[in-house]
């Protein structure tokens, strides 16, 4: 009797040439580096060179973060990929009563121009490629990151990175929005606009459905739901007046790698095929790059456990061959103390030196998708596309992603999800190493690494010296500039980096925005 795979599919225990019977390879398959993508966006992939290995940092203070990024580089990081506090997320400032006891916790406090300064300092922002992980105040970062290119000399236009700014993901799986739908859709097509006649190298938007896995979300479930996303945002930057062609190239997406290889490879395949279907034939794409699913892989965080942790190394990298094996464009290898507690320097080098071996020391990057013509792998694709396509369809249903949203559609669906997993674990069905099996009578004592609490302070006492120092008219008038373009339908990336670089607040910034377009309050609408 054959298994169940992650979305709930069987797995026969062996497959052959019936099980692709009528399955036309020049359909399903196609060339590598050509429509519709299965084997993967480039024709060489990482024949030419691996892919760009990215490490998911930031803590503390600015300061700490910086160093922590010069040993990444110094060590062969390719891209840095910024962690930023709760309170940033959310658009506060960290002397904000409401961000007492999170500054600096789960990432960097960027409260000011002044703080990004110091973030990037002796960091060449013309010679790395910068991920940063932010969404409802993506915009406000993203400025912040070219005025400090600007200090340095960059231009704009030589500027490489992506902001994740995938505020529809955060009503459904994860939480750190500020403003309601409507407007934060508009602040993303304001994005799109700018970048595409300011910084036309950037990735405006990471969707992501790394998140939604994390929060349970099966393997069918996480491409559904993204993808149906990424048509939520094209549909509403064609809606704003943009060509398809002008901005979809520099879409980007964000997904999980779990352990189970198989079904991790055949989901990115089957996601690749969707996406281009959906951009040739619903939306008319003509440029084959408006076609292509190019995405970033996070090895998974919620397998880490925090009972033997050393086991999460072992987990780690089957996590990131099952992404190199699924064709990812970056990769970031989680630490294996991460679900103990923000991860010491020598646990983030190992966390690099995984993705290292699998670049340099294996031989999967020596031919194109390794597992095309697999008749486990193609059954598998086929399946995950056909779960996939039939979530996409009921989230149509409802008239799109909004309007899903807004009917607790997509979170009523990953927490029935979740909930299986936790009864399956509870009851030693699925097992866990470590947590469910295999267990120790007494866990090593392992000595984590913790974040200074006087860091609050720290932050606190920059923000009064700024408030002091600043021309305080010129920042009021460049906020009252920003809230006559919210106000209406001007960019307003514009006058918000004016009020940026004349050292407004990040705090203050989404305050004025909250002023126009209010505060996101959820529903339990189904």
Same mark, same amino acid.
């Given at each position: 009797?054959?298994?169940?795979?992650?979305?709930?599919?069987?797995?026969?225990?062996? +497959?052959?040439?019936?099980?692709?019977?009528?399955?036309?390879?020049?359909?399903?398959?196609?060339?590598?580096?050509?429509?519709?993508?299965?084997?993967?966006?480039?024709?060489?992939?990482?024949?030419?060179?691996?892919?760009?290995?990215?490490?998911?940092?930031?803590?503390?203070? !600015? $300061?700490? =973060?910086?160093?922590?990024?010069?040993?990444?580089?110094?060590?062969?990081?390719?891209?840095?990929?910024? $962690?930023?506090?709760?309170?940033?997320?959310?658009?506060?400032?960290?002397?904000?009563?409401?961000?007492?006891?999170?500054?600096?916790?789960?990432?960097?406090?960027?409260?000011?121009?002044?703080?990004?300064?110091?973030?990037?300092?002796?960091?060449?922002?013309?010679?790395?490629?910068? =991920?940063?992980?932010?969404?409802?105040?993506?915009?406000?970062?993203?400025?912040?990151?070219?005025?400090?290119?600007?200090?340095?000399?960059?231009?704009?236009?030589?500027?490489?990175?992506?902001? %994740?700014?995938?505020?529809?993901?955060?009503?459904?799986?994860?939480?750190?929005?500020?403003?309601?739908?409507?407007?934060?859709?508009?602040?993303?097509?304001?994005?799109?606009?700018?970048?595409?006649?300011?910084?036309?190298?950037?990735?405006?938007?990471?969707? =992501?459905?790394?998140?939604?896995?994390?929060?349970?979300?099966?393997?069918?479930?996480?491409?559904?739901?993204?993808?149906?996303?990424?048509?939520? +945002?094209?549909?509403?930057?064609?809606?704003?007046?943009?060509?398809?062609?002008?901005? @979809?190239?520099?879409?980007?997406?964000?997904?999980?790698?779990?352990?189970?290889?198989?079904?991790?490879?055949?989901?990115?395949?089957?996601?690749?095929?969707?996406?281009?279907?959906?951009?040739?034939?619903?939306?008319?794409?003509?440029?084959?790059?408006?076609?292509?699913?190019?995405?970033?892989?996070?090895?998974?965080?919620?397998?880490?456990? $925090?009972?033997?942790?050393?086991?999460?190394?072992?987990?780690?990298? *089957?996590?990131?061959?099952?992404?190199?094996?699924?064709?990812?464009?970056?990769?970031?290898?989680?630490?294996?103390?991460?679900?103990?507690?923000?991860?010491?320097?020598? #646990?983030?080098?190992?966390?690099?030196?995984?993705?290292?071996?699998?670049?340099?020391?294996?031989?999967?990057?020596?031919? *194109?998708?390794?597992?095309?013509?697999? +008749?486990?792998?193609?059954?598998?694709?086929?399946?995950?596309?056909?779960?996939?396509?039939?979530?996409?369809?009921?989230?149509?249903?409802?008239?799109?992603?909004?309007?899903?949203?807004?009917?607790?559609?997509?979170?009523?669906?990953?927490?029935?999800?979740?909930?299986?997993?936790? %009864?399956?674990?509870? #009851?030693?069905?699925?097992?866990?190493?470590?947590?469910?099996?295999?267990?120790?009578?007494?866990?090593?004592?392992?000595?984590?690494?913790?974040?200074?609490? !006087?860091?609050?302070? %720290?932050?606190?006492?920059?923000?009064?010296?700024?408030?002091?120092?600043?021309?305080?008219?010129?920042?009021?008038?460049?906020?009252? @500039?920003?809230?006559?373009?919210?106000?209406?339908?001007?960019?307003?990336? +514009?006058?918000?980096?004016?009020?940026?670089?004349?050292?407004?607040?990040?705090?203050? *910034?989404?305050?004025?925005?909250?002023? *126009?377009?209010?505060?996101?309050?959820?529903?339990?609408?189904?």
């Amino acid at each position: 009797m054959g298994r169940e795979s992650e979305s709930g599919l069987p797995i026969e225990p062996v +497959y052959g040439p019936d099980d692709l019977a009528g399955w036309d390879p020049a359909v399903k398959l196609g060339e590598p580096g050509a429509y519709p993508f299965t084997r993967g966006v480039y024709p060489t992939m990482y024949t030419g060179k691996p892919w760009t290995m990215r490490q998911y940092a930031g803590f503390g203070t !600015a $300061a700490e =973060s910086n160093a922590r990024y010069k040993e990444l580089i110094a060590h062969g990081t390719m891209g840095l990929s910024v $962690a930023f506090d709760l309170p940033t997320q959310m658009g506060h400032d960290s002397d904000a009563p409401i961000a007492h006891g999170e500054v600096g916790k789960v990432g960097v406090a960027i409260d000011s121009v002044d703080d990004m300064r110091v973030l990037f300092g002796g960091i060449p922002l013309d010679k790395v490629s910068t =991920s940063m992980t932010i969404n409802a105040p993506a915009a406000l970062l993203l400025l912040l990151y070219q005025l400090v290119a600007e200090e340095q000399g960059v231009p704009a236009d030589k500027l490489t990175g992506t902001i %994740q700014n995938d505020v529809l993901k955060e009503y459904i799986a994860r939480g750190t929005y500020i403003f309601p739908p409507k407007p934060s859709l508009r602040l993303i097509a304001d994005i799109f606009k700018y970048c595409k006649a300011e910084i036309p190298k950037w990735n405006t938007i990471s969707i =992501s459905g790394y998140h939604m896995a994390e929060a349970g979300a099966s393997p069918a479930q996480e491409i559904a739901f993204t993808l149906a996303d990424g048509i939520e +945002y094209v549909r509403t930057a064609i809606a704003a007046g943009m060509d398809v062609d002008d901005f @979809a190239p520099r879409l980007s997406f964000f997904f999980v790698s779990r352990t189970t290889i198989l079904e991790e490879v055949a989901k990115f395949r089957a996601a690749r095929r969707i996406w281009a279907r959906v951009m040739r034939e619903e939306f008319g794409a003509r440029n084959p790059k408006s076609q292509m699913l190019r995405f970033h892989t996070q090895t998974a965080g919620v397998q880490l456990t $925090a009972q033997q942790p050393e086991v999460n190394l072992v987990r780690v990298a *089957v996590q990131g061959l099952a992404a190199v094996l699924g064709g990812t464009q970056s990769l970031h290898t989680n630490s294996f103390d991460e679900a103990i507690a923000l991860p010491t320097e020598k #646990s983030a080098r190992l966390a690099l030196r995984t993705q290292q071996v699998l670049a340099y020391e294996t031989d999967v990057t020596a031919t *194109v998708d390794p597992f095309a013509g697999s +008749y486990v792998i193609e059954k598998m694709t086929d399946e995950v596309e056909a779960a996939a396509v039939e979530l996409i369809a009921k989230v149509e249903e409802f008239g799109g992603a909004v309007n899903a949203i807004e009917h607790g559609f997509q979170k009523s669906e990953i927490e029935r999800n979740a909930y299986r997993i936790a %009864q399956e674990t509870d #009851s030693g069905e699925r097992v866990v190493v470590g947590v469910n099996r295999f267990k120790l009578d007494e866990e090593e004592p392992y000595e984590p690494l913790r974040v200074d609490p !006087a860091i609050e302070a %720290q932050q606190a006492e920059r923000l009064a010296k700024l408030r002091a120092e600043r021309d305080q008219s010129a920042v009021d008038a460049a906020l009252a @500039a920003l809230k006559e373009a919210a106000e209406g339908t001007n960019n307003v990336l +514009y006058p918000m980096k004016e009020a940026l670089r004349a050292r407004a607040t990040v705090g203050e *910034v989404c305050n004025t925005l909250r002023e *126009v377009w209010g505060a996101y309050v959820p529903t339990d609408a189904f």
